[in-house]
């Protein structure tokens, strides 16, 4: 797009009529415009954009659409120079596109940023397990913990034990089936060898 906005002006004195030409520079457009979902939410963050001249900005204007529709809507977000926003009462599972731009105190308005289209989440990750404990058997520790609290909007379906040497190393899935027992033995260990154990929940989404 242009750097500028042209503002043309008539002046009519007698039969002559002189027209003047003004540019105006307006603000860059923001960049690096990243959407981040969560169910009926999508926070939004971008790198600032520039006024180019001596007159600052105001406010950046947030934008945003149902990939389905053909007409931007405008978020109402207060006025500020922020750069982030959260765009609520938005509806699961659905693709939305978002642009932003900015606003100078002049009220002129900046280059738009590059279209991110991101959809929403269906459910929210269940929480963690919490109360994790461990006894100790010959080549093998046995695993207790207290349920995950919190869903996520669906039904828990599995419980993902994975361990690794408390040395370092990757962490690594004991392989326990799908299940969803608030305990787990985690067999083929070696004796006499520390080792890291975490518990994830995994709901049906």
């Known amino acids: 797009m242009d750097d500028y906005t042209d503002i043309y002006i008539s002046e009519t004195a007698g039969n002559k009529i002189k027209v003047l030409k003004q540019h105006i520079i307006v603000p860059t457009a923001p960049t690096n415009l990243v959407a981040t979902p969560n169910v009926t939410e999508m926070l939004l963050t971008w790198t600032a954009a520039s006024p180019r001249t001596g007159t600052p900005l105001l406010d950046y204007v947030v934008e945003y659409k149902k990939t389905t529709e053909a007409d931007w809507r405008r978020f109402g977000d207060g006025v500020g120079t922020n750069t982030t926003a959260t765009i609520t009462s938005l509806i699961a599972n659905t693709e939305y596109q978002f642009r932003i731009f900015a606003r100078n105190t002049a009220?002129?308005?900046?280059?738009?940023?590059?279209?991110?289209?991101?959809?929403t989440l269906n459910t929210l990750a269940p929480k963690a397990p919490t109360n994790l404990a461990a006894g100790i058997a010959n080549r093998q520790i046995n695993l207790s913990?207290?349920?995950?609290?919190?869903?996520?909007?669906?039904?828990?379906?599995?419980?993902?034990?994975?361990?690794r040497l408390s040395s370092g190393g990757q962490w690594q899935v004991f392989n326990d089936g799908v299940r969803t027992t608030t305990t787990a033995d985690v067999t083929v260990l070696t004796n006499d060898v520390r080792y890291d154990f975490r518990v994830k929940a995994e709901n049906s989404t």
Do not use: C, P
């Open 107 to 119: 009220r002129e308005d900046g280059d738009k940023s590059s279209v991110v289209t991101r959809a």
């Open 145 to 163: 913990w207290t349920a995950s609290n919190t869903n996520g909007g669906s039904a828990i379906k599995d419980y993902i034990v994975e361990y």
